[in-house]
C-alpha cells in the first residue's frame, strides 16, 4: 500500500467529529481510505461523505477546503494521505 499525501487538517470540529481539511495536491473521493499523521495522530478511515461549503460533494481536488467526518481526534497541522492500492 503506497500513501501520497493529499492535505493537511487546518481545523478539528469535536462535537460533530469532523475534521476542515485543505486539499493541497491530487483528489480524493468518497469511498477513499485517508491516513490522518501527525505527531500523536495516526489513524486510517474510509471517507464516508465530504462537504464543501455545507453541500455535500462525491470527490474534491486541491485547492478545495472540505469537511470530512472523522473516527477520531485530529489537530490542526496534521497530514493527510491518501491510500493507493497497489
Do not use: L, W, Y
Not at 489513524?43 to 461549503?53: A, G, L, P
Amino acid at each position: 500500500m503506497a500513501e501520497k499525501k493529499v492535505g493537511e487538517v487546518m481545523k478539528f470540529f469535536s462535537k460533530p467529529s469532523v475534521a476542515a481539511v485543505k486539499i493541497t495536491n491530487g483528489e480524493i473521493a468518497v469511498g477513499d481510505s485517508i491516513k490522518f499523521s501527525g505527531h500523536t495522530t495516526d489513524f486510517i478511515d474510509v471517507i464516508q461523505s465530504m462537504e464543501v461549503d455545507n453541500k455535500s460533494v462525491p470527490k474534491a481536488v486541491a485547492g478545495d477546503f472540505i469537511g470530512i467526518k472523522v473516527s477520531d481526534r485530529v489537530r490542526p497541522g496534521d497530514e493527510v494521505f491518501k491510500i493507493i492500492q497497489d
